[in-house]
């Protein structure tokens, strides 16, 4: 019996050191791991629908025609189809399904029938640099997307009120119940600590020539004039056009006056959106640059597909006769923008490589993480091989689709494969996330000096 009861000592002591402990979350970090759980899981007593319902982590916080095809019908997404109270002046299936828009009352409640814009889901990554503004928190497409105060701990009011209810009624208590004030720091917390938490400095090192000289062009005052509104390729005004403390604004840059809209050719009723304001000015805010390659369709209302359409819509008619273009003027002496096609290439590509920089840049600290057994207050922890996954796989597309870097696309692809192995915990993970790792790194010195 002696005997045995040592053994026992020794088994629990072998148990104990092999037990890898984490560092004890910081205070901030146990209110971001909240905010996570109520952004993915709390559907606030509505329809079913979270806030990660359109803003799921695996398709970069925002939703697509193509993201929304892989959802069964049973998603709550999807409720205006399957709940009756709902099938009228909530969403449009047709809209929703097809071009990934969805239906806000941006202007009130009192007239559902006539009252509303079809929008496109905003990605909500890096909002700790991309909503202020001289004038408060810019939320939404139009900057006026939070109820009350205006402020991004807000935003999830207005979200639950417009799109989590049982009814049109809209009834607190009823249809939903309203988040709470603890409930909005955490979620306000969790928010602003998705990535990228800097912006870039510019110019960067880049080694393709094309990117390069999209990059000069992005910075050129008489050519792309893109830095105006897009310092350092984020959404803040350049101060040196706009004055110190500037931050997020809103311009009328046309977008509106776009011919052939594709939600215009499905035939579907869809008013003129008026954009910020109640009457708006037809004003919209400016969103950050970094990820905007992976995180298409573009503007407000999903009217353009690819990036490189993106940066075409700023030659074209419909911006140069805008009010924007007024504004360029005034600061650079020609605000009209006349660019090739060759250039338009160029300048997605800039944008096109950043956005893969930034993708190599999470899939590195989420693997990191893993290895280190850290904690990490916006991802769980089992989860941060798969979201690393998802980062590399982003910028293996991000780079494919725009005839980039195929060396840099080739190490991200044994990356892939590596962490593949890790996330189906396969023996040697640890050797397995080092490989990934090494791969990344590899990667991304054929992308940067």
Known sequence: MKRLIVMIAILLLILVSCIVTSPAPKPQDALVARGRELFFNETFGGNGRTCGTCHPAENNFTIDPTFIASLPDSNPLFVAEFNPALKENFENPRLLRELGLILENMDGFDDLKNKFVMRGVPHVLGLRNSVASKDGSHTGWSGDGAPGDKSLRSFATGAVIQHFTKSLNRVPGVDFRLPTDEELDALDAFMLS??????????????????LRGQALFNDPKTGKCFVCHFNAGANANPAFFGQGAGNLNFNTGV????????????????????????????????????????GPFFHNNSVQTIEGAVAFYDGEAFNNSPAVRILDSLTGSGSIE???????????????????????????????????????????????????????????VL??????????????????????????????????????????????????
Do not use: C, W, Y
């Open 194 to 211: 998705l990535p990228p938490q800097e912006d870039l400095k510019l110019p960067l090192p880049l080694k393709n020539s094309v990117a």
């Open 400 to 449: 494919e689709s725009g005839g980039l870097h195929p060396a840099s696309v080739a190490h991200l692809r044994k990356a892939a494969i590596a962490i593949e192995k890790v996330t189906r915990r396969q023996s040697g993970r640890k050797q397995n996330a080092d490989e990934a790792l090494k791969e990344l790194a590899l990667a991304r010195t054929e992308l940067i000096q």
């Open 339 to 397: 660019l090739d096609a060759t250039q338009i290439v160029a300048i997605a590509a800039f944008l096109r490589v950043i956005n893969a920089l930034e993708n190599i840049r999470e899939s590195t600290d989420l693997l990191n993480s893993f290895v280190n057994r850290m904690f990490s207050g916006n991802e769980l922890f089992d989860k941060l091989p798969q979201r690393a996954g998802q980062e590399t796989e982003d910028a293996i597309l």
């Open 256 to 295: 509106e006056d776009l011919p052939d809209q594709p939600a215009d050719l499905t035939g579907e009723r869809v008013p003129a959106d008026d954009g910020h304001g109640t009457p708006g000015d037809s004003s919209f805010n400016v969103p950050p640059l970094v990820e905007a390659a992976e995180t």
